[in-house]
């Protein structure tokens, strides 16, 4: 039995937070933030984003020369295939001997037009020209240069050429996470004000009514706890690929009965059982290693309804550490006018002997499968199947079955505190006890797929607008879950210090909300998010915190 308490320990304190945002502008948007990730941002969200990066797959011949737009382009030349005599069109917003004023025009442009337009900075006769867009058609241009004009750039005009741009614009092609670390505390009962005010407010639990007070804050079905720590280590993207190595999971819960806070409080009373049948833990750590790919797709059924459409897909190996459920199937304080008894049974049902300190590790598959789709510069909507089919098979599972009855006596409860350690030997080798230990051979466990659907408005020059929406297919561990719905916004005054904003209803936590920053210093960036769920401040029942550092080239 030590040996499990250690084990849940160690685990749930380490590994990282399955079901909760463990990416930083996840934490501060209150999970909202879908449709403009980049980078390894995109692993454990919608595969699809990765198609950012890389020139389009195209289905089919397009009619309209908006779908030519070759995104931000690999570091290739062009195919020898290519046809000079077909014109490519852009759109030179300016040309200055400053390059410095070059780049922080592309970067205005950026904050309005979003950063999947496709760019280009050339030097010539000394001149630094900044040039947006890559056409095909003439008249998509056209009207391309009057949303640049109306957007503010009053000198915008059409340049012709007879290759597509062959730079790689913004997009990094290496992300790396240097580290990143993830923290959720929370429950659904008490509060810093009830902590403050009752804990440690001076209160005196003898005044008529002071117990009530105390005790009302605790639900009137079950508390719930919840710790997750989390650490996430070489999960990097190269162009189209996305790869998650070393970013462990845990999905758990422990909950505790209203008895538990009443026997506590208000003792034990004489012809008044107590129930605790309805305590129970249930944890699942995974370790799974993604590898995930996405690209643009040009399809000419989609040639009038979105400016782009991008799809991806991904391959979780889920490695499963630790299944662990404990059950009190019947456990109760029940008195007599002279003597207390309690009596239960309980259940542990895990993947290791618990003889043993070599757990039987289970393996398993899951898929995530994703569309982004940008209808226009300024909206962007998101589809993500995440973790569909994902089961997890144990080689072995074992459960260990505890049953006892204890009878104190009134004598006994007055004396034991002075007992000596022969004494309190004696006393425990009255009570009974049955202890059965025994294998069930091998098992499955359903691992939680999410649906996700979201969208991006860009609202105001420097505002962007996020929602999202979140639900839980059915699982062996999360049943019963609200859908989450999330709002976000973006203020992106300048591309070096963007803030964030959130909140969200429903979920596991009822309300949450969340607020970050990203820091951009070169190929260094620094992602901060905090959140809280079930209140406000003093009012919150639970914190959220995560930060990471990475590198982007």
């Known amino acids: 039995m030590k040996f499990i308490h250690q084990y849940m320990l160690i685990t749930g304190f380490l590994l990282a937070g399955g079901v909760n945002d463990t990416n930083p502008i996840q934490t501060a948007t ?25 020139k389009p797959i195209i289905f089919g011949a397009a009619e309209d020369g908006k779908f030519d737009t070759s995104g931000l382009m690999e570091k290739d030349t062009v195919s020898a295939s290519l046809d000079f005599a077909q ?21 205005i442009f950026q904050n309005r037009f979003g950063k999947h337009i496709p760019w280009i900075i050339i030097k010539m006769d000394s001149l630094y020209k900044l040039r947006v867009g890559d056409f095909t058609n003439r008249d998509t241009v056209e009207i391309f240069q009057d949303s640049v004009i109306a957007g503010g750039f009053k000198d915008a005009w059409i340049v012709t050429e007879n290759r597509p741009m062959e730079e790689p614009g913004h997009m990094p092609y290496f992300t790396l996470t240097l580290v990143g670390v993830s923290l959720y505390i929370g429950n659904n009962a008490i509060y810093p004000d009830w902590i403050n005010n009752q804990l440690f407010g001076g209160l005196d639990l003898s005044g008529p009514g002071n117990k009530d007070d105390f005790l009302s804050v605790f639900p009137a079905e079950n508390w719930n706890l919840n ?5 996430n280590l ?7 690929f996305g790869f998650s190595v070393l970013e462990p999971k845990v999905l758990g819960r422990v909950i505790l009965p209203p008895a538990i806070m009443d026997v506590l409080f208000r003792g034990v009373k004489f012809d008044q059982p107590q129930d605790f049948s309805a305590l129970h833990l249930n944890l699942l750590s995974v370790f799974p290693i993604t ?6 797709l040009v399809f000419p059924q989609l040639e009038n309804i979105v400016d782009r459409f991008y799809a991806g897909a991904g391959l979780n190996l889920l490695v499963g550490l630790a299944d662990i459920h404990v059950d009190a199937n019947r456990l109760e304080i029940t008195t007599t006018p002279d003597s207390i008894i309690i009596g239960g049974k309980t259940t542990i049902f895990t993947n290791f002997d618990l003889d043993s300190r070599v757990p039987a590790l289970g393996t398993g598959f899951s898929l995530d499968l994703g569309v982004i789709a940008d209808i226009n510069p300024q909206l ?13 098979t144990w080689s072995e599972r074992y459960i260990k079955e505890n049953e006892f009855s204890i009878r104190l006596s009134s004598e006994d409860i007055d004396e034991i505190a002075d007992y000596n350690d022969e004494q309190i030997d004696s006393l425990e080798q009255s009570f009974t006890r049955l202890d059965t ?12 797929p999410q649906f996700i659907v979201g969208g991006s408005y860009r609202f105001l020059q420097d505002l962007i607008v996020h929602t999202s929406v979140k639900y839980y297919l059915n699982n062996d561990y999360l049943e019963g879950v609200l859908p989450q719905l999330s709002f976000g916004l973006e203020y992106e005054r300048t591309p070096v210090f963007p803030i964030y904003f959130g909140i969200g209803i429903g979920g596991l936590d009822g309300f949450i909300w969340g607020t970050g920053f990203r820091l951009n210093l070169r190929a260094f960036q620094w992602n901060i998010g ?3 769920h079930g209140g406000i401040f003093n009012t919150a029942k639970g914190l959220r915190f995560s930060t990471d550092f990475k590198l982007i080239f």
Not at 382 to 391: C, I, R, T, V
């Open 87 to 107: 014109n490519y069109y852009s759109v030179q917003l300016m040309a200055s001997p400053d390059k410095k004023r070059a780049k922080e025009t592309k970067n």
């Open 30 to 54: 209150a999970g909202a933030y879908l449709t403009r990730t980049i980078g390894n941002d995109i692993l454990g969200l919608n595969p699809a984003d990765l198609g950012y990066y890389g």
């Open 530 to 532: 905090f959140g809280q």
């Open 437 to 448: 230990s025994f294998a069930v051979g091998s098992g499955k466990t359903v691992y939680p």
């Open 380 to 392: 962007s909507v998101s589809l993500a199947l995440k973790d569909l089919f994902g089961k997890i």
């Open 291 to 296: 590898v995930d790919y996405g690209r643009q």
């Open 234 to 240: 070489m999960s990097f993207t190269i162009g189209n």
């Open 227 to 231: 710790l997750v720590a989390g650490i």
